[in-house]
């Protein structure tokens, strides 16, 4: 499977969960159901996964960064469930994206009323 067809998945499960729960639940209990909606549908995914960075070949410890998702070791998915996401949410997607070598991040604000316009799709050289 590649890249989108994961992403296509994540966010019709997303799209199941919110149509269940609509918005206002905290971002830990739409990870929670997330992953049990992907797994039930096959799909492999570390959830809080540490993610490193390296300099000049030296791992950074304690840096403390983690991804809320990662599926199938393809798509990165970070979760939040605020009232406006910010370019710092965007920022933060590319930059785990980049520091753990996956082509493409889903950033997904479940406190939306209409879920689709909370779903946001960055790339990193794909």
């Excluded at 991804?67 to 939040?80: F, T, Y």
């Amino acid at each position: 499977m590649n890249e989108n067809e994961i992403a296509q998945q994540i966010i019709a499960a997303a799209l199941h969960i919110h149509r269940t729960f609509g918005p206002g639940l905290f971002e830990h209990v739409y990870e929670k159901i997330l992953v049990y909606e992907l797994n039930k549908h096959g799909l492999e995914v570390k959830r809080q996964m540490a993610i490193p960075v390296i300099y000049e070949g030296i791992q950074m410890e304690k840096i403390g960064y983690r991804a809320d998702l990662i599926v199938e070791g393809k798509v990165l998915v970070e979760l939040k469930s605020v009232e406006t996401l910010s370019p710092v949410h965007f920022k933060q997607v590319l930059t785990y994206i980049r520091l753990a070598n996956i082509r493409l991040g889903l950033l997904i604000n479940f406190n939306e009323e209409i879920l689709l316009k909370g779903v946001k799709r960055i790339a990193n050289k794909l």
